[in-house]
C-alpha cells in the first residue's frame, strides 16, 4: 500500500473574494500542469466552471462568504519506482499511462463530491511530488445546502475524508491528513 497525504488548502486561504472561484479553477485547469492538462469536472459548463459555479449559488442566494473549497492530495516522490512513472502499481495497471491513473483517483473523487457539488480536479506535477488538487463549489446544486467544513466538531470535510479514504483505498493508497502552509509543502517530504 502506498501513502498519499491529504491537505485542506481552505485553512488560511478563505476565498471569499468574487474572484476566487476563477482563480482557483485557473489554477488547477491552466497552472502548473503537465502537457496537456490533465484535468475533469462533473455538474458544470466544462467552458465556464467558475460561471457555474456562480449561478448556483447565486440561485440559492448564497454568493457570499467562501465560495470554492480546495484540497488537495500530494503523493511524494520517494513513495514510487521513479518519478517519471509515478502511480506505477499493480492496482493501475489495467489503466494504461500513469497520468490516466492518476485522472482515474481524481474522477473518482469528484464523482464522490458531485452527488450534491459541482467539482473539479487537475494533476500538477511541477515539483518534486506530483499533486492532485479538487476544488468544488461549497453550495449544493440539488438543494442550496452549504458545505461546513469546521463549524461543528464533526463536519462535512470530516465526513467527505471518510469517504475519499475509502475511494483512496480501493486504489492501494492511503490517505494521511496533513496540515500544510503553502511555504511549507516541501519541507514536509
Not at 10 to 37: A, D, L
Not at 161 to 173: E, N, T
Request: net charge positive.
Amino acid at each position: 500500500m502506498s501513502i498519499a497525504y491529504i491537505a485542506n488548502c481552505n485553512k488560511g486561504k478563505h476565498y471569499k473574494s468574487s474572484y476566487s472561484r476563477k482563480n482557483v479553477v485557473k489554477f488547477i485547469t491552466q497552472g502548473h500542469t503537465i502537457k496537456p492538462p490533465y484535468f475533469g469536472c462533473i455538474k458544470v459548463d466544462e467552458n465556464d466552471i467558475a460561471g457555474s459555479m456562480t449561478r448556483v449559488a447565486k440561485q440559492f442566494g448564497k454568493d457570499s462568504c467562501i465560495r470554492i473549497r480546495h484540497f488537495m492530495v500530494l503523493f511524494p516522490n520517494k513513495y514510487y519506482s521513479n518519478y517519471s512513472n509515478y502511480l506505477n502499481y499493480s492496482n493501475y495497471s489495467n489503466y494504461g499511462s500513469n497520468h490516466i491513473a492518476a485522472c482515474k483517483l481524481g474522477q473518482a473523487y469528484i464523482e464522490e463530491i458531485g452527488k450534491k457539488y459541482q467539482a473539479l480536479y487537475g494533476i500538477h506535477t511541477d515539483s518534486d511530488y506530483v499533486r492532485l488538487h479538487v476544488a468544488f463549489n461549497p453550495i449544493s446544486y440539488l438543494d442550496g445546502y452549504r458545505f461546513w467544513a469546521k463549524r461543528y466538531s464533526f463536519n462535512d470535510f470530516d465526513m467527505l475524508l471518510g469517504k475519499l479514504r475509502d475511494i483512496s483505498l480501493s486504489y492501494g493508497v492511503y490517505l494521511k491528513e496533513i496540515e500544510i502552509q503553502s511555504s511549507s509543502i516541501r519541507e514536509e517530504f
